[in-house]
């Protein structure tokens, strides 16, 4: 029989045993928070999702994916990113500039891989995009670079183009440096810019109710951060609602949303790269030492649909251009 201090060490080895044996199996954990609802985010999600899986990582069997969701709230981005923290994820996904700061605010040691961030560098995200230096990397925009382009191509659609409205969230660190440039190419060739903010969904019904008095003859909206992107869907309907031509300063697949025009590189795009970073990270490498990358292609999208409701003839030089065409 076997006596009582060899029992108990037995008992003791064997319960030690359990939680070593369960940190052995411990499945790597990917969080992501998405300040848009689940329905909202069209393909960017599954995307992000396919892009791991191209690279071996299936949720659920070798790894999971901790995936939060704001409902467009972004006073509720805190308590799920301390989540995510609490949680002891091994790198956070932020698709914005809104979410990265909410994280790093949170975390200085898990790995944060940023998608559709303007100028991380001017926004203290990282030390340079070739050497990061922190626990910050992932992927920048062209937002701001692009803004004149925008500018350009709705004045292919509306020669006679006088005043633009221009609609940024204040709480977007690159608003002011947004209108700031779209102003520096808009007043040589004599067209007003009429800057207007929002960051709720109230706000933004007394802004379409401002410009509604105003009348501006088009609206560009800088989508580079999570509340316009949460309610895209909103914005065109309102600006289609009250017959104001949109071109979303963003991921060209923004118009699907119901902008006339677009003018971007593919957020789709950028998410499959996210989860390049994202493999990776999990296979050992520090986020100090991945460069931030921007993108090499850019997009131009037509809305066919929307030109028709508003009355407007794309110009057939306009079209050959285009890389896609809703219709």
């Avoid at 499959?272 to 850019?298: F, M, Q, S």
Wanted: aromatic share 6%; charged share 20%.
């Amino acid at each position: 029989m076997m006596n009582r201090r060899r029992f108990l060490q037995t008992v003791s080895a064997s319960a030690l045993a359990v939680p070593l044996a369960a940190e052995a199996q411990r499945m790597p954990r990917v969080g992501i928070l998405w300040i848009s609802t689940r329905s909202g985010l069209g393909e960017r999600h599954g995307a992000f999702v396919q892009g791991l899986r191209d690279l071996g990582w299936v949720d659920g069997q070798n790894f999971v994916i901790e995936a939060r969701f704001a409902d467009g709230k972004a006073d509720r981005l805190q308590g799920l990113a301390m989540d995510l923290a609490a949680r002891q994820v091994d790198v956070i996904v932020a698709p914005s500039s809104q979410t990265v700061i909410v994280v790093r605010n949170v975390t200085s040691t898990i790995p944060i891989v940023m998608a559709n961030v303007h100028d991380p560098v001017g926004l203290g995200f990282v030390k340079s995009l070739a050497h990061p230096g922190g626990n910050v990397t992932g992927l920048a925009t062209l937002t701001v670079e692009l803004g004149g382009k925008n500018l350009e191509l709705l004045r292919g659609v509306l020669p006679r183009l006088s005043s633009l409205a221009v609609l940024v969230n204040p709480a977007n660190p690159a608003a002011r440096t947004f209108v700031s440039e779209i102003e520096r190419i808009a007043r040589p060739i004599g067209i007003r810019v009429m800057p207007f903010e929002a960051q709720s969904l109230k706000e933004l019904e007394n802004v379409f109710r401002e410009m509604t008095r105003q009348k501006p003859d088009g609206l560009l909206v800088s989508t580079t951060e999570g509340f316009f992107f949460a309610h895209q869907r909103l914005i065109a309907d309102l600006a289609l609602r009250n017959r104001l031509p949109l071109i979303f300063a963003a991921p060209a697949d923004y118009v699907e949303a119901g902008a006339l025009l677009g003018y971007g590189s593919s957020s789709v795009a950028m998410f499959r790269e996210a989860a390049r970073y994202v493999d990776r990270i999990l296979k050992g490498a520090k986020p100090a030492d991945l460069p931030v990358e921007r993108p090499t292609k850019v997009e131009l999208v037509i809305n066919l649909k929307t030109a028709k409701a508003l009355g407007l003839t794309i110009p057939r030089s306009l079209l050959l251009r285009a890389d896609h065409v809703i219709e």
